[in-house]
């Protein structure tokens, strides 16, 4: 990943946090996952997260969304286990050794797993992902994500805290889907029963004009 300016003091931990960088995985993710995304739609998204030293060619975006397709394959997971195994996976065939880097002392220093500070953004995308959603996974003891559960939408997202297992990435999918389920109780309520017969089709027994 090429070096970036030193963000503001108070804001460094926070930017290089395990938390962060899981969250900066999922929006790549869904910023990837639409074959007709821009190097723009992506260099957004990574200036969000601080990168300024930013100049992506739409071959990189190619190889950056094959990264996350790999990656999304551990938000997909059903359960713990599942989700480890599909982590080990991709820390085997697409990590290098763990070190420590603090980018020529422009950030605080923090762990990596690519190869070196300028390293392809793809390889980037896969090491820093796999080293903070392993983490999390280690720390809480449960997949570091999901995908949303609205049958029209397939972002990811990351789990935070402990509660009620999340299954949408936005409120806004959560409130279109109950909406929704609101809508489809109230229409069976309203619903006469014992539901009308079908009317019998034109010429077959027991239809006006049929026979006999």
Do not use: K
Request: glycine share 8%; aromatic share 4%; charged share 20%.
């Amino acid at each position: 990943m090429p070096s970036t300016p030193a963000p503001a003091p108070d804001g460094w931990s926070t930017r290089h946090s395990v938390l962060t960088t899981a969250q900066r995985t999922a929006d790549l993710i869904n910023a990837l996952a639409d074959a007709d995304s821009a190097p723009a739609d992506v260099t957004a998204v990574l200036r969000a997260y601080g990168e300024t030293d930013v100049g992506l060619s739409p071959r990189e975006v190619t190889e950056m969304r094959a990264a996350a397709a790999l990656l999304r394959e551990v938000f997909a997971a059903e359960d713990t286990d599942t989700a480890a195994a599909t982590l080990d996976r991709l820390l085997h065939a697409h990590t290098g050794r763990l070190r420590l880097s603090s980018h020529d002392g422009t950030s605080p220093w923090h762990p990596h797993l690519d190869r070196a500070d300028d390293a392809p953004w793809a390889e980037w995308l896969l090491a820093s992902s796999c080293l903070a959603l392993t983490v999390l996974l280690w720390d809480r003891q449960r997949p570091p994500g999901g995908t949303c559960a609205s049958p029209s939408c397939d972002n990811v997202y990351v789990t935070r805290g402990s509660g009620p297992p999340r299954r949408y990435c936005s409120r806004r999918c959560a409130t279109r889907e109950r909406v929704a389920a609101h809508r489809r109780a109230r229409a069976e309520r309203e619903a006469p029963w014992p539901p009308s017969p079908p009317s019998p089709a034109p010429g077959s027994a027991g239809a006006p004009g049929g026979g006999g």
